[in-house]
């Protein structure tokens, strides 16, 4: 069953601005991470936030996460065209490391 | 160096068929894990190994789908006498000793007719 739902699940935005997208989950968790997926490339690993962590960046992304809320948001900043492509939270309630994945957002970043 | 691989890249099979899906991990990676994506939706997971063990298959459908990875390295994923419903994307991931981070293959697009 899926564990994340990501919020929305279809944005379109100009390149250069920022794009948000939010998961929530219903479990207790080890730590959340995010992925990416477009056709060319399958899913990449993007960042990974462990359950006592609240926020973190790499390059120009950053991810939050709110245990009390069971929410997490994920922030692309000046987006780019090879942005595009579907963003996936997934949870690791530290089952063997089993990932349960939201239905994704669709994220279009027009030049 | 290589990253996960899947073999075939695209199966069509018609239904009643038995396929076999291949994954060739990542050398040196423990873990092993089967996920199924459909249409539109993020993928789910089916089955996990840490070297030939298969430690939970409580995501597998039904028993028509076997997974197995007898020398701890390359895992195949059966399904049996296939059904419309079991057209999908089967994707499978490696992932190091010690890390939580994934790497997945390209999956193997499976469409029964």
């Known amino acids: 069953s899926q564990q994340g739902e990501e919020d929305p699940q279809a944005l379109s935005i100009q390149e250069g601005e920022n794009a948000t997208m939010n998961c929530s989950y219903k479990?207790?968790?080890?730590?959340l991470q995010w992925y990416r997926q477009n056709s060319g490339r399958g899913l990449v690993h993007l960042i990974l936030?462990?359950?006592?962590?609240r926020e973190k960046h790499s390059g120009r992304l950053r991810v939050t996460l709110d245990t009390s809320k069971k929410s997490s948001s994920l922030l692309i900043t000046a987006s780019r065209a090879a942005d595009t492509a579907s963003y996936f939270c997934?949870?690791?309630?530290?089952?063997?490391?089993?990932?349960?994945f939201g239905k994704g957002n669709q994220v279009v970043v027009i030049p | 160096g290589a990253g996960v691989s899947q073999s075939p890249r695209y199966k069509v099979a018609k239904r009643g068929q038995d396929v076999a899906l291949r994954c060739d991990p990542i050398?040196?990676?423990?873990?092993l894990f089967w996920y199924q994506q459909a249409l539109g939706q993020g993928p789910e997971f089916l089955t996990y190994?840490?070297?030939?063990?298969?430690?939970?298959k409580s995501g597998l459908p039904s028993d028509r789908f076997f997974a197995e990875r007898p020398e701890g390295s390359v895992s195949t994923l059966k399904i049996q006498r296939t059904q419309q419903e079991d057209s999908a994307v089967y994707l499978c991931?490696?992932?190091?000793?010690?890390?939580?981070?994934?790497?997945f293959g390209p999956g193997t697009r499976l469409t029964v007719l």
């Open positions: 936030i462990r359950s006592n962590e």
């Open positions: 991931a490696s992932r190091p000793p010690g890390d939580n981070e994934q790497f």
């Open positions: 190994f840490q070297n030939e063990a298969q430690l939970d």
């Open positions: 050398s040196g990676h423990v873990s």
């Open positions: 479990t207790s968790i080890n730590n």
């Open positions: 997934a949870t690791d309630a530290g089952v063997g490391g089993r990932l349960a």
